[in-house]
């Protein structure tokens, strides 16, 4: 009898501590992944001021309002400076909602610095729209 009763005993515990296991695990919130950006990629707050139609794509001229994140190697970007980055006409159509002048938007641009004529010894930045984040 003794026995028995301490193998209820025991039963009623370990079934308790299964079951509290769970709920903390459960209860408990999944910590997000941050975004990790490519090299020569940011991450960017941006209120849109023009966009410019061209055959292939469309200039989006923007004010940074705030840099969210960096990708390395990336040049810093100040808020406050004006830059402006191509959309292809796919993503343009899918995000015309979202891309419009005075709105505002989140976004992933990627760079590609070039020359813009032989010898020329300064550096263009020119950005590309990877994908919107809003």
Do not use: R
Request: net charge positive; charged share 20%.
């Amino acid at each position: 009898m003794k026995k028995s009763f301490l193998l209820v005993v025991c039963s009623v515990l370990l079934i308790n501590c299964a079951n509290k296991k769970k709920t903390t695990q459960n209860s408990e919130p999944t910590p997000e992944a941050e975004v990790s950006l490519a090299p020569g990629q940011i991450q960017a707050h941006l209120k849109i001021l023009m966009i410019k139609d061209n055959d292939s794509h469309k200039m989006v001229s923007s004010e940074v309002i705030e840099i969210l994140s960096y990708g390395s190697a990336t040049d810093p970007v100040p808020s406050g400076s004006e830059i402006s980055f191509a959309v292809n006409n796919e993503l343009y159509n899918k995000s015309l909602n979202l891309i419009k002048q005075n709105n505002t938007l989140v976004a992933i641009l990627s760079n590609n610095e070039s020359n813009m004529m032989m010898g020329d010894k300064t550096k263009t930045t020119l950005w590309k729209l990877i994908t919107i984040k809003n």
